[in-house]
């Protein structure tokens, strides 16, 4: 659970996760902090709702500003998410670490191990690519600044920022509204990812009990019922695990789905109606390669989580559950069929993440785009 500590690390980082231990003086200055980083992006959000004009309409610059404003809205989400739900993701990282989650033998640590090298992976690779495709973009606005008369972002604001102090004061504020907006999204995505991982792991363990409760039963059928209970206990706390964790991102995943499609469409009309040449083109497209990335990892985590709780019925098919009694093989039928039904993670029933809802998410966004031209 090492690698999911260093995600927490970079939530503090980013101003949405109070360390542990942290008392008095350092616990003040931390919601200090944290109060900046809310009030910038509530700020960032308010200045860019009042600039948009929808009177003598330049589109491309009306879909320039959405595109920005809903990612900003969409970080917005994630950051009110993990405030304010820290006590439950902190009860689902410690149950992780507690029976029956915790591992029993060195098969259940290898299948851990396996997991946890993946979510290494994300951790190294993911953060890479999505900075890289964050710096391409913030280069290409360095096209359009023209201190002091053109900020970096469009926003309205109550006051006269063409002195130089001024406006390189209001755009640090833009710059860091919109970094801060970043790391909030790039570290939510990595927690999600990597708490699905290791939910991913106890389905693999889940499979290995099987197999060994199993054997046991071939060699002595004495305590039978509470082996079966015993695995069937802990086949329904994954599954409520997998609900509360639905539960507490549901809304996020609610945003992220139907802002996605309206994000990717406005992209693709901007680098349609841009000279490929230029370095506005090359930000466009940082900036839709760092979407569709992101959108990417979630839906890829989630179906794969499905597709291991799948694999269970398999999983039991393969072993010699039919040389178990009567009683026993009745349950093992029972179980199957309840196995058989899909873990999905969704939003309140609207959205369900994994590949297909990718797909569509692409395919919704080009039918939004014919429609803006």
């Known amino acids: 659970m090492t690698i999911l500590d260093s995600y927490f690390l970079l939530l503090s980082l980013a101003g949405l996760w109070k360390p542990r231990g942290w008392r008095g003086i350092k616990a003040f200055c931390y919601h200090i902090y944290q109060l900046s980083v809310v009030l910038s992006e509530h700020l960032f959000i308010i200045s860019s709702v009042l600039e948009l004009q929808f009177k003598n309409i330049q589109l491309e610059a009306l879909v320039d500003n959405l595109a920005l404003l809903l990612v900003i809205i969409l970080c917005r989400q994630k950051m009110a998410c993990v405030i304010s739900n820290r006590e439950a993701v902190k009860a689902i990282i410690d149950s992780l670490g507690k029976p029956p989650f915790k591992p029993r ?16 992976k994300i951790f190294i690779c993911y953060p890479t690519t999505f900075i890289g495709a964050l710096l391409v973009y913030s280069g290409s606005r360095s096209n359009i600044v023209d201190p002091p008369y053109i900020l970096p ?26 970094y801060i907006a970043t790391a909030i999204d790039l570290v939510f995505d990595l927690l999600l990812a990597g708490i699905i991982c290791y939910l991913c792991s106890q389905v693999g363990i889940l499979r290995h009990r099987f197999e060994v409760m199993v054997q ?36 996020v995943i609610f945003v992220q789905y139907t802002s996605s499609s309206l994000i990717l469409c406005t992209l ?47 999983g039991i098919c393969t072993t010699n559950w039919f040389n178990l009694s009567n009683d026993i093989k009745k349950s093992i039928v029972i179980i199957m069929c309840k196995c058989d039904k899909p873990v999905l993670i969704t939003s309140d029933f609207f959205f369900v993440l994994s590949l297909d809802s990718f797909t569509k998410i692409s395919k919704l966004a080009y039918s939004i785009y014919n429609v803006l031209e």
Not at 153 to 178: C, D, E, H, R
Not at 217 to 244: C, G, M, P, T
Request: glycine fraction near 4%; include cysteine.
């Open 105 to 120: 033998d060195h098969q259940e640590e290898i299948i851990i191990q396996k997991f946890n090298r993946f979510v290494k």
């Open 153 to 178: 972002y469009k926003g309205w604001f109550p006051y006269n920022y063409t002195s130089p102090i001024i406006y390189w004061m209001t755009a640090l504020f833009q710059l860091y509204a919109v």
């Open 216 to 251: 046991k039963l071939e060699v002595s059928s004495d305590r039978e019922q509470s082996l079966v209970a015993e695995w069937v206990q802990f086949h329904v706390h994954i599954i409520n695990l997998v609900k509360y964790l639905n539960k507490i991102f549901s809304s």
């Open 268 to 314: 693709a009309y901007l680098m349609a109606h841009t000279e490929v040449t230029t370095i506005n083109f090359l930000g466009y497209f940082g900036f839709l390669a760092g979407m569709y990335l992101q959108i990417f990892l979630q839906c890829y985590c989630a179906h794969t989580l499905t597709s291991e709780f799948l694999s269970v019925s398999k």
